[in-house]
C-alpha cells in the first residue's frame, strides 16, 4: 500500500518562503510523474507544479512560474516545492501527487499554507 506524507505548511508573511515536502513509500514502479495541486476555499484544485521522474520535465501553472521550483529526490521517493515571494493569494491547501500510470495516482493528505501580514 502506497502511503504519501506532506509536510512544510505553515503560516508565512507576503513576500515570504516556504518548503514542502512530500514523500511516497511502497512505490513499487520507477516511471512517474510528481505533482503539486492545491485548493483555496470556494475554488477548485488547480495543478502547481509537475516533475516527471524518468525523461525530466517541468512545468508551472503560470500563477507560479518564477516563484516556485518542484524539485524530486528519486532515491528517497520525494518531492519538493519550494515557495518564494508568497502572495495572499497563494493561500491553499497543498497537495502532492504521485502518478504511477495515467490511471493511478496517490495523493497527499494536504498541508496548508497561508499567506498573511
Known amino acids: 500500500q502506497v502511503q504519501v506524507v506532506e509536510s512544510g505548511g505553515g503560516l508565512v508573511q507576503p513576500g515570504g518562503s516556504l518548503r514542502l515536502s512530500c514523500a511516497a513509500s511502497g512505490l513499487f514502479s520507477s516511471n512517474y510523474a510528481m505533482s503539486w495541486y492545491r485548493q483555496a476555499p470556494g475554488k477548485e484544485r488547480e495543478l502547481v507544479a509537475l516533475i516527471i521522474t524518468n525523461g525530466g520535465g517541468t512545468n508551472y501553472a503560470d500563477s507560479v512560474k518564477g516563484r516556485f521550483t518542484i524539485s524530486r529526490d528519486n532515491g528517497k521517493n520525494t518531492v519538493y516545492l519550494q515557495m518564494n515571494s508568497l502572495k495572499p493569494e497563494d493561500t491553499a491547501v497543498y497537495y502532492c501527487?504521485?502518478?504511477?500510470?495515467?490511471?493511478?495516482?496517490?495523493w497527499g493528505q494536504g498541508t496548508q499554507v497561508t499567506v498573511s501580514s
Open positions: 501527487k504521485f502518478s504511477t500510470s495515467a490511471r493511478t495516482s496517490y
